[in-house]
């Protein structure tokens, strides 16, 4: 066989649109109703060839994450069956709903299915690696169900459009977040989404709909509704709100100059902040 050579794949984070919470199965795991997209922000996932397993953890966000066996990118790679010299560029705040290692797993899964020319695995298949790792591995907008097993492509293209991720450098454990709900028996979103002409009409869409983990997140970390209207109150803004289980939020924009201008100010008002921004990937 020939050497696959190096492979390089980027794992982009993953926002969620919406987030209701519609039940809960008898296992403890929530029922969801999302739409998720992703931004052109991001950790990447390189994989040399090696006869042994290995990973090794650079980038800004590194000293987060020590490298340790249980690793999604590790985890990834043994359900994949496959060895390999991993590096990891963590650029994404760990634990922070923007789907941190549910991405690299994803990417690491894709990096296995490149270097040896298989298919990708099926969503069912890698559900276990983490409830958001399918979803990532389709990289696309899509309305995730169930426990996230369930991906439906939109029916029509999104809009172009800019994201501003903010995250206010406090990590919230999402199953504190899920257990602190007031209810879980939320409405779904509509069950035909609208074509979205422009992304003033799928902010308007948004503004109408939720992400049922922003009370109980605000809840244990006050500071994420202070986050939310920073970036609300940011010229161009559409509409903000947290992304998954927090802490991040994101901040909707049409124009690419009004987003780069709001990562600048957010970045300048609070360094203390991890601020990025990113286009809408299609
Ligand atoms: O699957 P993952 O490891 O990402 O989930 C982390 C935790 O979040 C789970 O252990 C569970 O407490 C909670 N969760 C949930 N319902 C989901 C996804 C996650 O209750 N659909």
Known sequence: ?????????????????????????????HLLDSLVVFADVGDWVHLAPADRLTLAITGPQA????????????????????????????????????????????????????????????AADVLALGADVPVCLAGRPVRMTGVGEGLEPLAHPLPAGWLVLANPGVAVPTPAVFRALARRDNAP????????????????????????????????????????????????????????????CFGLFADERAALAAETALQAAQPGWWVAAGALRP
């Open 63 to 122: 000293a987060a994450l020590p490298v340790s066996d249980d690793n999604l990118v590790l985890r990834a790679a043994r359900l994949m069956g496959a060895g390999g010299s991993f590096t990891l560029e963590k650029r994404l705040p760990v634990a922070s709903g923007i789907g941190g290692g549910s991405a690299d797993a994803a990417a690491a899964v894709r990096a296995c299915a490149a270097a040896r020319g298989c298919a990708l695995p099926a």
């Open 189 to 248: 979103m509509p069950g035909v989404l609208p074509q979205f002409g422009t992304l003033a009409a799928l902010a308007g869409f948004l503004n109408a709909q939720r992400n049922d983990l922003e009370p109980p997140a605000i809840q244990i970390a006050p500071v994420i509704d202070g986050c939310k209207a920073a970036l609300a109150a940011q010229p161009g803004c559409l509409i903000a709100r947290m992304s998954g289980s927090g802490a991040t």
């Open 1 to 29: 066989m020939p050497d696959p050579g190096p492979v390089a794949v980027f794992a982009p984070a993953k926002i969620n649109l919406t987030l209701h919470v519609t039940g809960q199965r008898a296992d403890g795991y």
